[in-house]
């Protein structure tokens, strides 16, 4: 690009500032055409997120790592699973996954359907032997029969039919009205001086150009990370020895790629990153403005952004915890 068409391209992208940003978060998530969200399905859902005999040992559910009572992970660098294992990535939040075009930070599952099946079978996570395991095990609980087929119209337990449903109960889990949304939508006292000094400076320097859309998470299209790095910031973040989406497609163009992550309830959800290495908001936001756009920010302008991420934070709707089926006269892993 000349450099004429790169001013012109900036004053562009400075103009639409307002026009980027103007997205409320939406308050339902759409769902695929082959599963449709239903009450029914959410409540066994709810469920089966909540149980940990959904795991090896009888102790690790899906909320061990992605806490429903608090910013929907666990605040952890490393996650731990099973027999006290802890994992090489920082589990992302479940609050918004809904609005997520592709799931885990390397992208590699297409839907929250498929990506619910993985946990529960990762030897480090919920260690279960199989699918067939799990269902066997599901089986032997009368409640999950009549939850099953209350949700799904069969007594047929099966992984599809186990995944359909925590997968719409993820898709309930939404965080609408945060300052910033009551902004957009008209509200002009609902955000800080400080608070749209950091929006403006946000959309000028380029960070919504990848963190864009109403959940800040891009269009679904993969991004370099990190792109200006040297090795004196290597030995301190290890930045590059998880490879991302070539670890998957076994690619060298696909190295160092990564979904873009949603910013919403941002200030929930330390450590950051994919090795959850840096522990403050400060620390992450003048890391990204060093890394993925050269830009060395001064102190004001990082507190300013970070204000502004502070009004992503939403309203969490109020969990009531699910009662589980009981596993009656024996233990579950008879
Ligand atoms: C031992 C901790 C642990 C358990 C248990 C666990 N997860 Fe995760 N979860 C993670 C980690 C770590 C990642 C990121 C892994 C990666 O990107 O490679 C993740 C990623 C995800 C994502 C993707 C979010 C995003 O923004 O990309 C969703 C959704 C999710 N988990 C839901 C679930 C569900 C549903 C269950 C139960 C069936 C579950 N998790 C069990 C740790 C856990
Ligand atoms: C070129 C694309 C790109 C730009 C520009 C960009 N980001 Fe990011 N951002 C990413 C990607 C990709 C990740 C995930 C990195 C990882 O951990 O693998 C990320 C991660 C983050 C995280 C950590 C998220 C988490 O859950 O741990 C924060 C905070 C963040 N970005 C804020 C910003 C801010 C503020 C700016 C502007 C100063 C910015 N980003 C600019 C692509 C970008």
Not at 47 to 52: A, G, I, T, V
Request: charged residues 20%; proline residues 6%; glycine residues 8%.
């Amino acid at each position: 690009m000349s450099k004429i068409h790169s001013v012109i391209a900036a004053i562009a992208l400075a103009g639409t500032s307002s026009a980027v940003l103007s997205q409320a978060l939406p308050t339902t998530a759409p769902a695929p055409a082959d599963n449709p969200t239903t009450p029914q399905k959410v409540a066994l859902g709810k469920m089966l997120f909540h149980d940990p005999r959904l795991s090896s040992s009888g102790t690790v559910s899906c909320a061990s790592c992605h806490n429903t009572m608090l910013g929907g992970e666990d605040n952890r660098a490393g996650s731990v699973g099973v027999e006290a294992q802890v994992g090489g990535r920082s589990a992302p939040t479940v609050w918004n996954a809904a609005f997520n075009k592709v799931q885990f930070w390397d992208g590699r599952a297409a839907s929250l359907e498929e990506q619910a099946a993985g946990p529960v079978t990762n030897p480090i996570e919920m260690g279960m032997k199989s699918w067939n395991d799990v269902v066997s095990r599901l089986e032997t609980i009368e409640g999950y029969q009549i939850a099953f087929k209350k949700a799904f119209g069969t007594e047929t337990i099966s992984k599809d039919n186990a995944t359909k449903a925590i997968a719409a109960y993820e898709r309930t889990l939404i965080t609408p009205n945060s300052p910033y949304d009551k902004y957009v939508k008209g509200d002009k006292k609902a955000l800080t001086e400080q608070q749209v000094r950091g929006m403006n400076l946000a959309v000028e320097i380029g960070c919504t150009g990848c963190h864009s859309g109403p959940a800040f998470n891009g269009p679904g299209t993969f991004q370099k990370f990190p792109i200006n790095y040297n090795g004196y910031l290597e030995a301190q973040y290890d930045f590059k020895k998880d490879t991302g989406l070539a670890e998957v497609t076994g690619k060298k163009e696909d190295e160092h790629l990564w979904k873009v992550p949603t910013l919403r309830n941002i200030a929930l959800t330390a450590p950051y990153f994919h090795n959850g290495k840096i522990k403050t908001l400060d620390k992450a936001v003048k890391l990204m403005a060093k890394m993925q756009l050269d830009k060395n920010l001064s102190k004001e302008e990082i507190s300013d952004i970070v204000a502004f991420l502070d009004a992503l934070t939403g309203e969490f709707p109020k969990q009531e915890m699910p009662t589980l089926p009981p596993t009656t006269g024996t233990t579950f892993n008879k």
